[in-house]
Structure formats: structure tokens, C-alpha cells
């Protein structure tokens, strides 16, 4: 009974938005609850799509590039307060930011996301993505959007810094970086940063009217190119993201006082219609004024795919952890669907076994 009812809260978000389906899973102090593939891998739903399925999960590569900066931090190869130019003396910017900055999105450098050049790039040459220097170039060039640390602007470029500040201390790619410390060591085996087109082709079909001149639903990850995503695009599945986001508040990844320091909000302006107060700390989303207790995680978006993993300090006294990736890029429907999904525990009542 209990896990239909989570599986029809699903059915219910897919079947408003029109999206084929969802991977999703739950887990309980650290234990798996429930872990299901719920609709089809493909529009014209004829095949079901696995628990298992991989996914870009977008925007949640940024927690994992913050953990990788902690994790360098708790070594000694960097402080959290170090000006990023200290180590990318290159980077064109004349104004000092500092890793915090870039990691909290204070330092004022600004985004392509509303740029009609990147968007018309997109949609024209979706397999032929910017490199690092151009995004930066043409993103930059207008200077920063405030000074340091005296606003708030989510920006992904600042996390394209970050990766390349990762890459330059690490001497390693992201890729080979975040298997290294954070996949390798939780055994995770569908779980990795896509370079190229040719990594995606396991994916699930991911949905989109991205290309489509009459708005129809098209399939777009064999045609997008995962460099698109300027600070990079990992591939997982729900299970495995569930496990990572599991390591990370187990301190298994992160030793207390960096997980304190990657906790410590702050607030975001304007409104968000799942967030009670919108806030950010070091890579991760947070509401601390939820009903639940501070919310941390984080959503994300792009062409194909809409996704979304939170961790609640539910009204029990128990933490869950609610994941789930869906293939259509219906804005925000991750996030919906995992609050969904802990909204319907806490009303049920969570017990320590698995369904």
C-alpha cells in the first residue's frame, strides 16, 4: 500500500506535466525505501524505464564539484577565503573573488543563461558546444554584475571556474577528479562525468521541444552536446545519487566542520515556489525556514531532462533523502516530485523498511 501511494504521487506530477517518466528513489537514515523506475524511457511509452535508467542530473554537478573543492580544502591545497586568481592568474577578471564566492554565488560574476547568443548557439549547433575560454569570454566581457560578496547571482560560469581551479590543483579533468573521490570510493558503477557525445548513448531518452519549430516533444540527448553545460554535466542514476547525497551528511565524504561550512546559508533574493526562504550555502540549495528542518540538496535543469535530490530532517526525527530525474525538461519537475514524494512520507509516517 504504501509504496503504491508514493508511485501514484509520481504518476500524478508525469501525467500534469506530460512527461514520459521518472527515476526515483528514497532512503531513510542512510537505507534504501524505495528505489523505481515510474512511466516509460520513451514518449510513445513502450518501454518502462528502469530504477536504475542514467540521466544527466544538470545542476546537481555542482554539489559534487563543491564537494571535490572541500575535499582539497580539508587536504590543505586550498582555503576556502583564497583568491581564485591566486591559482587561474589568467582568469579574466580585474576584480578579486574567492573560492567561497564562487562556490555560494556572491562573487558577482555573471551567467550565460540569459544570453541570446548561447541560446541561439544551442538550438544551431547543439554537437558543437563553447569551449571553456569562449564561455568565459563572451560571458565576462560586461565585468562582474556587483562587487564580491555584495549581492547573490546564480551563475554557472563561476562553477566552470571552479572546475577549471579543480582541474589546475588536482592536475586531473573533472572526470577523472570526481571518479576519484567521491565514485570510486562508494563503488558507484553508473555514475561519471559525460565529455562527449558518444557518453550519452546510454542515457535515457531525454525530451524536449528545444529543436522542435512546432513545440512538440522531441528526443534531444543524442543531438545535445554535454559541453554545453560550461562547468560539466555528470551522468547517475537515482539509486547511486541517493547513495552520494547518503555519504555526504554520513560525513563519509566530508569531515564535519567542511559539511558545517558547506551548510551555512545564504539567503537568496526573490522567491521560489517550493522554498520557504530560498538560500544557498557551498554547492547546495537550502531552505532553513522548511517545516521540516533546514532543506538541503539541489535541482536541476537542461535540455532533455528536469531533476531534483534533497536531503529532509523530516518531522520524525528521521532524515530523508528523495531523489528523483525525470526526461522531460519541464521546469522545476524534479523538485516538485521529490518534495512530493517527502511530503506523502511525512504524512504516512516512515517506517525502516524497505517497499
Known amino acids: 500500500m504504501k509504496r503504491q501511494q508514493l508511485i501514484a504521487v509520481v504518476e500524478r506530477a508525469l501525467d500534469e506535466a506530460a512527461a514520459p517518466g521518472a527515476a526515483v528513489a528514497v532512503l531513510v537514515d542512510g537505507r534504501p525505501l524505495l528505489q523505481?523506475?515510474?512511466?516509460?524511457?520513451?514518449?510513445?511509452?513502450?518501454?518502462?524505464?528502469?530504477a536504475d535508467a542514467q540521466f544527466y542530473i544538470?545542476?546537481?554537478?555542482?554539489?559534487?564539484?563543491?564537494i571535490a573543492t572541500l575535499q582539497l580544502v580539508d587536504r590543505g591545497k586550498l582555503a576556502l577565503d583564497d583568491v581564485v586568481q591566486k591559482y587561474l592568474p589568467d582568469l579574466p577578471l580585474d576584480t578579486s573573488v574567492t573560492v567561497r564566492q564562487l562556490l555560494n554565488h556572491s562573487g558577482g560574476l555573471p551567467d550565460y543563461g540569459g544570453m541570446a547568443a548561447y541560446h541561439e548557439a544551442v538550438r544551431e549547433k547543439p554537437g558543437q558546444p563553447w569551449r571553456p575560454e569562449h564561455f568565459l569570454e563572451y560571458t565576462l566581457a560586461g565585468g562582474l554584475a556587483y562587487a564580491p560578496g555584495e549581492g547573490w547571482g546564480y551563475s554557472n560560469v563561476g562553477y566552470l571556474v571552479l572546475k577549471l581551479l579543480l582541474e589546475q590543483i588536482s592536475e586531473a579533468s573533472l572526470r577523472q577528479v570526481l571518479a576519484r573521490e567521491i565514485f570510486a570510493p562508494l563503488g558507484l558503477q553508473h555514475t561519471f562525468v559525460a565529455e562527449t557525445l558518444l557518453d550519452a548513448q546510454d542515457l535515457t531518452p531525454g525530451?524536449?521541444?528545444?529543436?522542435s519549430a512546432d513545440n512538440t516533444l522531441q528526443e534531444v540527448t543524442s543531438r545535445y552536446h554535454p559541453g554545453w553545460v560550461a562547468h560539466g554535466v555528470v551522468v547517475s542514476t537515482a539509486p547511486e545519487l541517493g547513495r552520494i547525497l547518503a555519504a555526504t551528511f554520513g560525513y563519509q565524504?566530508?569531515?564535519?566542520?567542511?559539511?558545517?561550512?558547506?551548510?551555512e546559508p545564504v539567503i537568496v533574493p526573490g522567491r521560489h515556489p517550493l522554498f520557504w526562504q530560498p538560500a544557498y550555502g557551498l554547492g547546495v540549495m537550502i531552505d532553513p525556514e522548511s517545516p521540516y528542518g533546514a532543506v538541503v540538496g539541489h535541482g536541476g535543469g537542461g535540455p532533455g531532462y528536469s531533476t531534483g535530490a534533497l536531503v529532509f530532517p523530516d518531522r520524525s526525527g528521521r532524515q530523508v533523502i528523495s531523489v528523483a530525474l525525470v526526461n522531460r525538461d519541464e521546469a522545476d519537475l524534479g523538485l516538485t516530485i521529490v518534495f512530493n514524494l517527502a511530503d506523502t512520507l511525512a504524512r504516512m509516517g516512515t517506517r525502516m523498511t524497505r517497499i
Open 36 to 50: 523505481a523506475g515510474i512511466g516509460f524511457q520513451d514518449a510513445a511509452q513502450t518501454t518502462a524505464l528502469a
Open 253 to 263: 565524504l566530508l569531515k564535519p566542520a567542511l559539511l558545517e561550512a558547506m551548510l
Open 58 to 66: 544538470y545542476s546537481i554537478t555542482k554539489t559534487l564539484i563543491a
Open 207 to 211: 525530451y524536449s521541444t528545444l529543436f
